[in-house]
């Protein structure tokens, strides 16, 4: 952590300077936020950037290799299954615990991890802000080396891939209904493209169009926003396209690798980063310590299904045929380490990446925090509660 930062933020901060804070991104798409935003952002020092990026390379160093795609096969469901997949995830998102050992040292662990856009736009429009309303030091940034514009034309680049924004729709359920509509509408903003919901699409043999302004308008790539495990519950949405149509159409964000690069991943990898993690069905001899351990399901819609607090008989009903969609892990015991006015708050850094064809590796561009008093990290498991919810760290520069 940087403590000067901490210091000089935390003495700037009042509850009048915060309700302008809200009110400045509230109004700027016209949109009220409705998950909670947090009145703080991040300061993370170089001691615990450098441990946190080892962390995360170590994990890229694993998904890079030659073997990963078919290694990871298994997890996409045949009946989800979507053609043309491209070689590798254009959107990589790692998500870390702020842990701290015996002696008080912070290291980070891995939570979860998923090759899916994440709030690329908000994140930047969130910090910002930040930097509007408070003092903060030019020694510290939210983009790894890349001012809000150099940022943008990387997004740029990498959604549109040359295309015609008007030929390009970020494509969801509903998506001015979906909590992360702020991100939807900031990226139309910037990139110029059309927020479509997936019922509007229209197939014409193995073309797509949507209608503007009565006119049909040709769809060459989409911006994958839509969650199986989301689209999968919608019983009554009628839809001409199904995203496992093979259609003529690029994808920015294929949405197989939904499936490749999450919970299921996590298993596969090793590293003093990476809390020990089971397939349920290779666990042979159920953990006489449980309370030490997670039960999670494979797939699952922000969190739900997650069980904190294992008991025996909890796995035990789990029928056999189904243990290979669950995953016991080790429970990561997070570290109050944020000072709030009032008190510590608990922490969790998402790191961002673009993987853009032709390039051997993701590159991190961003990142998101997410602050806690609870004993899960995200914004439903945290109401009535201050000092919690979405953020964003500011890194101390290299």
Not at 105 to 127: A, K, T
Request: glycine share 6%; hydrophobic share 40%.
């Amino acid at each position: 952590m940087i403590a000067l930062a901490r210091e000089s933020f935390n003495k700037q901060f009042s509850e009048v300077k915060y309700q302008a804070f809200l009110n400045d991104l509230n109004t700027s798409y016209n949109y009220k936020i409705p998950f909670r935003v947090a009145e703080s952002p991040v300061f993370i020092g170089q001691e615990f950037k450098k441990k946190l990026l080892k962390g995360a390379n170590e994990i890229i160093d694993f998904i890079v290799q030659p073997t990963f795609r078919k290694r990871m096969a298994a997890a996409l469901p045949t009946h989800l299954t979507v053609p043309n997949e491209t070689d590798h995830t254009l959107f990589l998102a790692l998500d870390f615990a702020l842990c701290s050992d015996s002696k008080g040292e912070l290291f980070p662990q891995l939570i979860e991890m998923q090759g899916f856009p994440s709030l690329f736009g908000y994140q930047d429009f969130l910090g910002t802000k930040f930097k509007e309303h408070y003092q903060i030091d030019d020694s510290s940034e939210f983009h790894f080396g890349k001012t809000s514009e150099q940022y943008w034309a990387q997004l740029k680049k990498s959604i549109l891939n040359g295309h015609d924004p008007e030929q390009v729709v970020l494509l969801e359920i509903n998506p001015l209904q979906q909590n992360t509509a702020i991100d939807f509408l900031i990226t139309k903003e910037k990139l110029g493209i059309t927020l479509l919901h997936i019922g509007d699409v229209i197939v014409r043999d193995r073309k797509l169009f949507y209608k503007k302004e009565g006119t049909e308008v040709p769809i060459k790539r989409i911006y994958n926003r839509v969650i199986f495990d989301e689209l999968v519950q919608q019983k009554n949405l009628i839809t001409q396209f199904h995203l496992t149509e093979n259609v003529d159409v690029e994808w920015a964000g294929h949405p197989n690798w939904f499936f490749k690069i999450s919970k299921y991943t996590m298993p596969f990898l090793a590293g003093d980063a990476v809390p020990e993690s089971k397939f349920l069905h290779q666990v042979e001899t159920i953990p006489f310590d449980l309370e030490n351990y997670v039960l999670k399901p494979l797939f699952s819609f922000s969190g739900s299904g997650v069980i904190f607090h294992v008991k025996k008989e909890d796995i035990e009903k789990i029928p056999q045929g189904e243990r290979h969609n669950f995953m016991l892990q080790r429970k990561v015991q997070y570290e109050p380490i944020v000072q709030a006015i009032d008190g510590l708050v608990k922490t969790e850094i998402r790191l961002l990446y673009i993987w853009d064809e032709g390039k051997t590796r993701p590159e991190l561009i961003t990142n998101l925090a997410r602050l806690s008093r609870g004993e899960m990290i995200g914004v439903k498991y945290n109401k009535d509660k201050t000092w919690v919810g979405g953020s964003v760290c500011f890194f101390e520069k290299d």
